[in-house]
């Protein structure tokens, strides 16, 4: 929510309350010292100064305290103009034009002023030049000369003229030197010793060439003398801004005018100045393009500095960022790489601008990798790439590279930036989900082959031998009662036999005990028809198993069981086994361990461990964890571990 302000609060002032006071003192007293000084100037009483510096000097107090301190300021320094004035002999009544003259000019400029700028005034730019030339410049001094006109005694528009002049003089050099020494003196006080130098010489340069120019002898003056000011004042606007084209102003003005008084330099023929004109026309048109050209050169400057922060800023993103960024321009050469680049290649940054960074492709990517550039660069078109780069330690990596095309503001092209990631490892693991899933298929193919086997070679032979004998039965019958008995009950013991094989085949497939009688019975039943097949011993234990487990998670141990004992008996050649399932309050352990051979389950994993991906994968699902340990010659223990906390019910899981 943005909350509305008023421009002439209180509260908007330069300084802080404690300063106010003397902030009112200081204006007070250089409203009457000033004026007084450049009155004492002068003895001849004709004289018409062509500056009067009092209205600039008290709108710049009043931009500085409070507006509720103005009624204090105003007077207090109106008082001084008129004690000056009446020390100077002028006539009460001219001092009563005077007085409402500088108190509407006073009031456009500050009320102006204290409207168009956030604070204090900051000449830093042509357009806060505009807005404090209008008000300052040349609508104040225009309305205050209406009145103020009057009180000079001669053709009124001619003094209109001296009246408006001396003011746009007083605003074009005495407030701007001012506000600019307050808000940036301590600034330049801080800057270097060099700086500090370079002032003090052109100070004493211009102060020198103003000197001889405004009072050498009449016959001696040259025109071309004034330009010998134009370096120093160049120097002043470029380098110092506002506050070295101000302060130099006042330096020049004050030795013009001073020139003029004394019958010196190239004004000499006025005096007594009583037509200040033209003295104050070639001050006012010599003033105004260094006034712009100081504002242009800070606005440069503040520019220039925007843009060096954002550069700043980039870079310090771009260093800290995790990956590595790339800028090009619209010749196609690298302009930029940032930190993690360089630490990731080892090379030096002038190494790797241009085309160095090409030489750390690939040999068998850098075609490619060069043509998809040079393409997307003659099309301006986003790009996304592969290839390998060499890395510090000399190995290769595999990176992504995506690059987009920059453009100014205009809409011109300016060239490309990047980011570049390192794949290798997601390279690795989509080769290994590959093979796993190549591996997988293999051994879907084998299990059906298997399935299909057992049905056709054990299963299929038997029932087709029990056919045929029983239609030898039915077409020869045995001759006797005994015999006939003995047959049919071999052949009831064959059709039990071939059940209790389905059976076993289907408990292979899916055990329906899991399903209905629980875990810790199907395992244990498992492990029972396991030892009697393979002749070893098998011992199951089992402890604070929770009634009701989850299905998934069941399934899961199961599957691990099977796999795991399978696995032992087949290779581990020992005949004893141990199985164990346990509750705990984190989750329940499964534990099937051996005294056996043992082998390198990293290289089995690696190599031939289909079943060890598939224990491991199973538990993954069920937030489950698998843990081997197995020397050569050390048995084996398979340790799974499933927590019993919220599991996610919407895997299924694959009997």
């Not at 008023?6 to 330069?14: A, G, T």
């Amino acid at each position: 929510m943005t909350i509305a302000t008023n421009p002439f609060s209180h509260s908007r002032s330069y300084v802080d309350s404690r300063s106010t006071l003397f902030v009112v003192c200081v204006t007070t007293a250089l409203s009457y010292l000033v004026p007084k000084l450049t009155a004492m100037l002068t003895s001849n009483p004709q004289t018409v100064w062509p500056l009067w510096p009092g209205c600039a000097i008290l709108v710049a107090g009043l931009l500085l305290v409070p507006v509720s301190v103005w009624p204090l300021l105003i007077p207090a320094s109106f008082a001084g103009f008129a004690l000056v004035d009446l020390q100077a002999g002028v006539p009460l009544s001219s001092i009563a034009w005077f007085i409402p003259g500088n108190t509407v000019e006073v009031l456009i400029s500050a009320i102006g002023l204290r409207y168009c700028f956030d604070g204090m005034p900051r000449l830093n730019s042509v357009r806060a030049l505009a807005k404090y030339s209008f008000f300052a410049i040349v609508l104040a001094p225009f309305a205050g000369a209406f009145l103020s006109a009057h009180g000079i005694g001669r053709d009124y528009w001619t003094s209109w003229k001296v009246v408006f002049l001396s003011e746009v003089l007083a605003f074009v050099t005495v407030t701007p030197a001012l506000l600019s020494w307050i808000s940036e003196g301590r600034v330049l006080m801080r800057k270097s010793r060099a700086l500090h130098i370079e002032g003090v010489i052109l100070s004493a340069g211009l102060v020198l060439v103003s000197y001889v120019v405004f009072t050498l002898p009449e016959n001696s003056r040259s025109p071309a003398l004034f330009y010998t000011l134009v370096p120093f004042l160049l120097w002043s606007a470029l380098r110092f801004g506002w506050l070295g084209i101000s302060t130099s102003l006042i330096a020049v003005t004050s030795l013009s005018i001073w020139g003029a008084v004394t019958g010196r330099g190239p004004f000499s023929n006025l005096v007594p100045l009583t037509d200040p004109l033209p003295l104050q026309l070639f001050l006012v048109f010599a003033s105004i393009p260094f006034m712009v050209l100081a504002a242009l050169a800070e606005e440069h400057e503040q520019s220039a500095h925007v843009v060096r922060e954002s550069e700043d800023r980039f870079r310090l993103v771009a260093n800290k960022a995790p990956v590595m960024i790339w800028m090009a321009g619209t010749d196609k050469l690298c302009t930029y790489v940032n930190q993690p680049w360089l630490e990731f290649t080892g090379r030096p940054l002038h190494a790797e601008l241009g085309n160095g960074w090409v030489e750390g492709v690939h040999s068998e990517d850098l075609k490619r990798c060069l043509e998809t550039y040079a393409q997307a660069f003659d099309q301006r078109r986003s790009f996304e790439m592969e290839y390998r780069i060499r890395r510090n330690d000399g190995e290769y990596r595999w990176i992504l590279d995506t690059g987009v095309p920059r453009f100014k503001p205009d809409g011109s092209f300016a060239g490309y930036i990047g980011s570049c990631l390192d794949i290798t490892d997601r390279k690795l693991a989509e080769e290994a989900l590959a093979s796993v899933g190549r591996r997988l298929i293999e051994a879907h193919e084998e299990e059906r082959t298997w399935i299909a086997r057992e049905l056709h070679d054990d299963i299929g032979q038997r029932i087709a031998l029990l056919a045929i004998e029983l239609g030898r039965c039915d077409r020869q019958a045995p001759g006797s009662v005994v015999d006939m008995h003995e047959y049919l009950q071999l052949a009831c013991q064959r059709v039990y036999d071939l059940g209790n094989d389905i059976q076993a085949l289907s408990h292979h497939l899916h055990s329906s005990k899991l399903e209905y009688l629980g875990l810790v019975t199907a395992a244990k039943s498992f492990c029972h028809e396991l030892s009697e097949q393979r002749n070893v011993r098998i011992a199951f234990k089992h402890s604070h198993i929770p009634a009701a487990i989850p299905k998934e998670i069941s399934l899961c141990l199961f599957r691990v069981l099977q796999e795991a004992l399978q696995n032992a008996v087949r290779h581990s050649a020992d005949q004893d086994f141990t199985v164990e399932v346990h509750g705990t309050n984190e989750g329940i352990n499964l534990i099937v361990s051996d005294s056996g051979i043992g082998f390198d389950w990293q290289d089995a994993m690696n190599r031939r461990g289909l079943g060890l991906i598939s224990m491991r994968e199973r538990l993954r699902l069920v937030k489950g964890e698998l843990s081997i340990q197995s020397e050569p010659g050390r048995g084996t223990t398979v340790l799974a571990r499933v927590p019993l906390g919220q599991q996610d019910h919407s895997v299924a899981i694959a009997g």
